[in-house]
Structure formats: structure tokens, C-alpha cells
């Protein structure tokens, strides 16, 4: 088994260019049709076009992140099954061109999500930030749910208050666009007003029934996928916690359990994001790499600080330096490099693409205006000492 160094690019307009992934070190691209909406099928001859780009520039395309899945599927919403057909003949399209990682999520509404995108990082730089106060504010005094006061309880609900008052129409301004305006590679642009109607069509889709419809989903799509030898990669919520009343189904443990019982076979993998799931005080990061291990597909590595705020308990976090923060890298990439080697021994020779993911600014990167969480100097530090951290393990592993 191959450790492929991966960086995510965000097409022809990504100011961090196919250059500068090459000159971090990577070797494979991970990337998307976003101009395509959600829901259509990816015709062979685009994605060939976009492969013709990135080839160009010494890289080969190996993931796609990601392909979408529409709220209609999730919520088995009228036209649901039409949009599975098309993500089954993306997933033939991608295949016949050779790609056989297709990462995706099952985030209702919402993809990752955060409330501050450029916060001083304790280091230097800057960094993003989720802020379970400032979110609350939004989520009761901005779009004003029903019944958003009872869910978030009393004391929060007063804090939130506080905490909203206090902010000026810039900040405002601020949040909500960082809310709802949509991070790189996330949900699509949406208004407070599409955003309430978007929750009213949620109605009344529990946890539960959004677990039968991912259920469904990987039954229908995973023997194909499984076909064509492709991969199929669900990523974790990010951040791991219900949001505006939507339940979140792949935080934890068990929920990512419960994923892979749906459909045995590598057609139905995991993106082990060790950002989202380290966010949870009660996810054991190399204890679950080490449960899931063979059934890992694509590894995002990165960390995050929780922060706790002594009036009220809420708890928040920021993206830190990857070898910082609440998650112990360095004991996963030795759980990794194990994994490879027991890969290798049985012949699998298939490689297991990883990132950086995310990334603080660092040195030119505001000015150079990278997409929020993907710049260019905080992604290549952040590679670099992956790629260090991965030579050491593997030294470790065959010389002891």
C-alpha cells in the first residue's frame, strides 16, 4: 500500500494554484466539479477536461471531494431517486477515467461549518474558529427559529443574548455571511429566508429516518461502486453535533458502526477526519483509526483546540497547527503505518490518499486570499510535517 500525498484544489480559480501544490509535495490532486450543481450527473467528457488540467501540471487527479448529495436524497424528498441515479453515473463516469475515491457527506443542509473564519491563532497567524455562543446568537436572534430558545436551554439562551447585543452590524454582517454564505467546497450560497424554508421542508426527519435513508442510499449505490472498483468515502460531521435542529448522524463511534454495517465491502469506506471527530471529547481518535482501520479510504489529518468557557460550559473550538491541538497525530500516522503494512501483506498494493487538511494563515497567505481554511503556507507546513511524521513511523515500524 501506497501513502499518496494528497492536496485539495479548488479548480481554475483557486488562487492557490496546481504550481503550488506541486511544490508542497504532493502528488495527487483531490477535487470536485463544483460549477456542476448537486444532483446532476458529471459528464465523462468534463471530468476529462479537468484531468487534462491537472495532468498538465506533473499531478494526476486520484479523489474527488466531493460529490454531492442532494437534501432530496436525505430527506427521500419527491426526485430523490432520479439524483441517485445520476450520482450512480458519476460514479461510472469517474471510474472509466481512473479515479476510485469519491468522498462524500451526509450533513443535512449544512456542510462543515464555522463562525469565524480569520481568528488570531495562539502561534501567529490566523484561523477559524467555531464559536457554540455566536452560532446560538445566530440561530435564535438572526434566523430566528421556532423553538430554537428551548433547545439550547436558559442560561444559553441568555448568553446568546448578550453575546448578540454586543456585536456591532459589521460583526453581524460577519456572521451571518460566514454562517450562510457557504465554506470552500460546502453548501451552496443561501438568505436567512431560504435557509428557514429549507429547515421547514426538514420537518419531522428524525435521526432515525435519516439513518434509513443513508441506509438505503449505500444498498443502492454501493454494489455499483463496488463494480466498478470504486471507493465510496463518507466524511464526518464537522462540526460533530446537531445544527438549527437538524440531527447529525455521522459523529461518533457507533454512528460510524452503523455506516459500515449498511454495506460490507471497501465500496463502503470511511474519510477519517480527524478535525471533525477529535472535536468530541469522547471520540479516542487512535483507538477508532485503529478499530476502523481497514476500512479507511481517505484520511484528512489535522487538529483542533476545544475551548471552554467557564460561565456556561459551551463548548467551542479552532482549527490548530496540525501537530498541535486535542488530537495526537503522531500516534495515528503509527496506526496508519501499521495498517499500510498490513495491507501490503495481503497484496493490496491500492494506495490510501491523505491531506492536510485545512490550514492557519501563515506569512503571505491573507494577502494572497486563499479560500477560508485552505491556504497555501498553512496547508504546505502543515504536509510537511505529516510527511516527516509518516518517515518517522515507518522508520520506527521496519527498524524499531
Not at 501537530?323 to 495498517?339: N, Q
Amino acid at each position: 500500500m501506497v501513502l499518496e500525498q494528497t492536496w485539495r484544489w479548488f479548480g481554475p480559480g483557486d488562487r492557490v494554484t496546481l504550481r503550488d501544490a506541486r511544490e508542497a509535495g504532493a502528488t495527487g490532486i483531490v477535487n470536485a466539479l463544483h460549477e456542476i450543481p448537486t444532483g446532476e450527473m458529471w459528464p465523462i467528457q468534463t471530468i476529462q477536461k479537468r484531468q487534462e488540467v491537472i495532468r498538465s501540471a506533473g499531478l494526476e487527479w486520484t479523489v474527488v471531494e466531493s460529490l454531492g448529495v442532494t437534501e432530496r436524497i436525505k430527506m427521500r424528498a419527491p426526485g430523490w431517486q432520479q439524483d441517485v441515479e445520476n450520482f450512480i453515473q458519476s460514479i461510472r463516469h469517474l471510474a472509466d477515467c481512473g479515479i476510485r475515491t469519491i468522498a462524500y457527506n451526509w450533513m443535512p443542509l449544512f456542510s462543515w461549518t464555522r463562525t469565524h473564519l480569520h481568528e488570531p491563532a495562539p502561534g501567529g497567524g490566523y484561523t477559524t474558529r467555531f464559536d457554540t455562543l455566536a452560532f446560538a446568537a445566530f440561530d435564535m436572534y438572526m434566523l430566528k427559529r421556532l423553538n430554537a430558545e428551548a433547545e439550547w436551554g436558559e442560561d444559553q439562551s441568555r448568553e446568546a443574548l448578550r453575546y448578540f447585543k454586543a456585536l456591532s452590524p459589521a460583526q453581524i454582517d460577519s456572521l451571518r455571511s460566514t454562517i450562510l454564505d457557504g465554506l470552500p467546497g460546502g453548501h451552496t450560497k443561501l438568505t436567512l429566508k431560504e435557509t428557514a424554508e429549507m429547515l421547514r421542508s426538514y420537518e419531522g426527519i428524525s435521526a432515525d429516518a435519516l439513518r434509513s435513508s443513508l441506509g438505503e442510499f449505500l444498498r443502492t449505490v454501493a454494489p455499483v461502486a463496488e463494480e466498478c472498483g470504486v471507493r465510496l468515502c463518507i466524511h464526518p460531521d464537522d462540526p460533530p453535533r446537531p445544527l438549527l435542529g437538524l440531527p447529525r448522524i455521522v459523529s461518533t463511534t457507533d454512528d460510524l458502526r452503523w455506516i459500515l454495517e449498511q454495506y460490507v465491502g471497501d465500496a463502503n469506506s470511511l474519510t477519517f477526519c480527524t478535525g471533525a471527530l477529535g472535536v468530541r471529547a469522547d471520540n479516542k481518535l487512535r483507538e477508532m483509526v485503529a478499530e476502523f482501520a481497514p476500512r479507511i479510504g481517505f484520511l484528512h489529518l489535522r487538529s483542533t483546540e476545544r475551548e471552554q468557557r467557564t460561565d456556561s460550559e459551551v463548548e467551542s473550538f479552532f482549527e490548530a497547527a496540525h501537530l498541535e491541538g486535542d488530537a495526537d497525530l503522531i500516534s495515528i500516522i503509527l496506526e496508519v503505518v501499521r495498517e499500510k503494512h498490513r495491507r501490503s501483506a495481503r497484496g493490496d498494493n491500492r494506495s490510501l490518499p491523505y491531506r492536510a487538511d485545512h490550514g492557519q494563515e501563515l506569512l503571505n497567505d491573507r494577502e494572497r486570499g486563499a479560500a477560508p481554511g485552505y491556504p497555501a503556507v498553512g496547508r504546505l507546513r502543515g504536509l510537511a510535517e505529516l510527511r516527516g511524521a509518516f518517515m518517522m513511523a515507518e522508520r520506527w515500524m521496519t527498524e524499531g
